[in-house]
């Protein structure tokens, strides 16, 4: 147009603004913001709307907000739309608070800006005040829609509050509002999440019981198909699929890399494989969720010949490898000992322009480790740390874990002491990492005194923080010391290994002066004792 010499007017421009607005690139949108203002063009409500969409896309609410704020200031007029973009610009920021202040100046508020702010209250699982905004709404003869209902129906489900959510359910057929398959697919959804099969099985029967409105569709399945999968009922998740496809329900993408993750994960791997080439027979592209996930599917199972080949045809079909891809290779490469191939990819992501992220450096500091290169790791991770990874406690754990199982218990303790001082929250598992490797230094007296101050820091020790102990004492022949560590386990209502036990019966059949020990052991245990 400027070669032409045909000055663009603000309806031109606004679509221009709005193009940026949608690719977010509000960069240039402000350059044609700017132009406006130069051409003394009279800004509108319409043109605010576009630059607080823009900013709202480019999660800059709150400066939209302030933009709101300025338009209101040059009395620009603020049209239901405008509204509805900052509101829901807000909710997506997760300020919800904000949203509502801004829906509280709208005289006139709709079903949707209310929607919007309920939707967001349930994201953020404050569910009771979403549920008073629903009762203001409602107080207001604004009558809620399915999109509202759905919103409330998902906040309980999220809180496990399902009889909350059916009664919601009820309550929107009741006033004559259809539910579709979103409504359906919340229950379900939520039922699934909290391991209450039943109930989405009920819901699922319910679909289909109104064929002819409609019935259960792709999205639903494949929630029923992932829980199955998730759960190791592969047989089970498989009929799902079977019945998938003999109702017509033709399975996308999604589907398929949902029961390929649970053939993977039952290692069927032969079943995957077929179900991986079936794919292209029915005219579906492989995605890299697709081959990431049969890729760490032979790695778990020491295939890693296999996934290498895999990993070379998908990036020959221009498909992109992503941190989750190259986690999977390098942890297959270090487990067959390919330290050096391992290495090798871990160099090739940074060349082709991709950043590790702490989960892939946890799989390389751990093969490291585990190959006897701690000093190579401990390098490594000094690099994760320039490169802006943030320090994590599994990251400190890997490399305690390291030094203890090269002796180097002085360094791996001075590491373990760093976590804290990192403002880390040290848990359960970087104890028993810290406990296992005293005890297998044989330090059985810090390892002890290791279990009594976790507790005393707030975190409660586990099975396994006491089977440790238990085991450390009776390697060096300290049975008086195990008992005691097993009567303070038992107080716990915590299981004990068997082959310990086990091994203090025999020590106490061989030496009658460890009955005296017995004395204080719970009656269930004396009685064990006497019977031999």
Not at 44 to 50: E, Y
Not at 113 to 135: G, H, N, P, Q
Not at 238 to 250: A, L
Not at 301 to 306: E, K, M, T, Y
């Amino acid at each position: 147009m400027a070669v032409l010499q045909i000055s663009p007017d603000l309806y031109t421009l606004n679509i221009l603004m709005n193009c940026c607005s949608r690719l977010t690139e509000m960069r240039y949108g402000w350059c044609v913001f700017g132009e406006i203002i130069k051409r003394g063009f009279e800004i509108d409500s319409v043109t605010f709307g576009i630059l607080m969409q823009g900013l709202c896309y480019g999660g800059e609410a709150q400066l939209a907000l302030q933009v709101f704020d300025k338009m209101s200031e040059q009395a620009a007029q603020a049209r239901d739309f405008t509204y509805g973009i900052l509101i829901n610009g807000l909710c997506k920021a997760q300020k919800a608070s904000l949203a509502i202040e801004l829906l509280n100046r709208k005289l006139e508020p709709n079903v949707q800006m209310y929607s919007m702010i309920i939707d967001a209250l349930c994201k953020e699982e404050r569910i009771v005040e979403a549920v008073t905004f629903f009762e203001e709404m409602v107080g207001k003869c604004i009558s809620p829609d399915a999109y509202t209902y759905c919103s409330l129906i998902n906040g309980f489900c999220r809180l496990g509050k399902f009889v909350d959510a059916v009664s919601y359910f009820d309550r929107m057929v009741s006033e004559g509002i259809s539910p579709d398959e979103y409504n359906y697919n919340s229950l379900v959804h939520g039922f699934c999440r909290f391991n209450l099969f039943e109930g989405a099985v009920k819901v699922f029967n319910h679909m289909k019981q109104r064929k002819g409105v409609f019935s259960p569709g792709v999205v639903t399945f494949t929630i029923m198909i992932d829980h199955l999968c998730k759960q190791g009922k592969i047989v089970e998740a498989r009929d799902f699929f079977n019945q998938m496809i003999e109702n017509g329900k033709e399975p996308g993408i999604v589907t398929y890399n949902t029961l390929i993750y649970g053939l993977c994960l039952a290692d069927c791997m032969d079943e995957a494989e077929e179900l991986f080439k079936s794919i292209e027979v029915r005219g579906i592209k492989h995605d890299v969720i697709t081959y990431s996930t049969l890729i760490h599917g032979y790695c778990k199972r020491q295939g890693v010949d296999n996934a290498l080949e895999l990993f070379t045809k998908m990036v020959e079909e221009g498909l992109k490898p992503t941190n989750a891809t190259y986690s999977a290779i390098i942890g297959g490469l270090f487990q067959a000992g390919r330290v050096k191939t391992a290495k090798k990819f871990f160099e090739e992501m940074e060349i082709n322009g991709l950043s590790p992220d702490g989960g892939v450096y946890a799989v390389l500091l751990d093969g490291l480790c585990k190959n006897g290169l701690v000093g190579e790791a401990l390098k490594f991770y000094d690099k994760a740390e320039r490169n802006g990874i943030k320090a994590s406690v599994e990251l400190y754990s890997i490399l305690v874990d390291g030094l203890c199982r090269v002796g180097r218990v002085e360094e791996a303790t001075k590491m373990f002491r760093e976590i804290r001082d990192k403002g880390l929250v040290l848990d359960v598992v970087a104890y028993n990492v810290m406990i296992n490797g005293l005890c297998k230094n044989g330090k059985s007296r810090e390892a002890d005194e290791l279990l009594v101050e976790m507790e005393e820091k707030g975190c409660f020790p586990d099975s396994i923080s006491f089977n440790t102990v238990i085991r450390c004492f009776l390697k060096k022949d300290d049975t008086l010391n195990a008992i005691r560590v097993l009567k303070d386990m038992r107080g716990r209502n915590l299981k004990p290994n068997e082959a310990h036990v086990t091994m203090i019966l025999h020590r106490v059949v061989e030496d009658e002066d460890f009955r005296l020990a017995l004395d204080s052991l719970p009656s269930t245990w004396s009685k064990g004792f006497e019977s031999l």
